[in-house]
């Protein structure tokens, strides 16, 4: 089943240019999504949030060591939740074991058969749901709150940051990120140009063609910001999802967590 699903996932990215208007996250879906999560949830604590008025899954883990006023919100990708077994999973569970809680969030979605460029009305939505989740880490005493995305949701968290100058989080970590020209909304280039915080790009040597081959205009997207904090790492043998290489994943985002924020000043 999971082979399918990513299977699923990689086609929307290859073929889905169908625009179709209108669309708007899939609550029904949402909630399916929610009751199955809650009931086999083993780490972490299922809260729920709201973004204007609709209610959504959160997860929430507390660190286990550390300051504990260090905090990431992870955004899934196309097709995903808030507690997918590839990436997400493993960064919500792990990070809190080296001082960081985590809150996973559900985006908005779409039904299965939906194209990628259908995707595009729903960056509009994630601005109330990430600043749904900052509030719900805020009032836990996180000072210091990174955004972690992963394809599709690098995309979002990218462009929310680029629109947002006064957005308060700490920085950005893209996973699996590619540039999509189907909407400059989704165009994660036209954002990093506005992202002035650190931000890593990180990406598997067998990652799907589309942020492969996009990389060095990310990169250069990055320079024209003039953000020095920028960086950009591809790890060898990793694919879209970094099946086998989840550890490898977890240290990499720890390591640069650890040496942007941990025992700063004022942090």
């Given at each position: ?121 729903l960056f509009d939505e994630v601005g109330g749901r990430v600043e749904a989740a900052k509030a719900f880490l805020r009032e836990r005493g996180n000072r210091t709150i990174v955004l972690i995305g992963h394809s599709l949701g690098a995309s ?17 970590v893209a996973i699996g990120m590619s540039v999509i020209e189907l909407d400059d909304r989704m165009n994660s280039a036209l954002a990093t140009e506005k992202i002035t915080v650190p931000m890593l790009d990180i990406y598997g040597s067998r ?61």
């Amino acid at each position: 089943m999971r082979k399918i699903s990513n299977l699923l996932y990689c086609l929307c990215f290859a073929f889905g240019y169908q625009v179709l208007p209108g669309y708007a996250s899939d609550l029904e879906k949402e909630k399916r999504w929610s009751e199955q999560i809650v009931d086999a949830l083993l780490v972490g604590e299922a809260v729920q949030l709201d973004a204007d008025g609709t209610a959504f899954l959160g997860i929430y883990t507390e660190a286990s060591e550390g300051a504990g006023d260090r905090a990431v919100i992870l955004l899934h990708g196309i097709g995903a939740h808030p507690d997918w077994p590839e990436i997400i999973n493993p960064l919500r569970s792990e990070l809190p074991e080296h001082g960081w809680s985590s809150l996973s969030i559900q985006m908005p979605i779409l039904a299965n058969d939906a194209a990628l460029a259908d995707y595009a009305p729903l960056f509009d939505e994630v601005g109330g749901r990430v600043e749904a989740a900052k509030a719900f880490l805020r009032e836990r005493g996180n000072r210091t709150i990174v955004l972690i995305g992963h394809s599709l949701g690098a995309s979002m968290g990218a462009t929310y940051l680029a629109a947002n100058s006064e957005h308060g989080l700490a920085g950005l970590v893209a996973i699996g990120m590619s540039v999509i020209e189907l909407d400059d909304r989704m165009n994660s280039a036209l954002a990093t140009e506005k992202i002035t915080v650190p931000m890593l790009d990180i990406y598997g040597s067998r990652d799907l063609d589309g942020v492969m081959n996009t990389a060095k205009a990310r990169a250069a997207a990055a320079r024209k910001s003039g953000n020095t904090d920028y960086r950009q790492t591809e790890v060898e043998g990793a694919d879209h999802f970094f099946v086998g290489v989840e550890d490898d994943l977890t240290r990499r985002v720890y390591g640069w967590l650890k040496a942007h924020f941990d025992n700063k000043p004022g942090e």
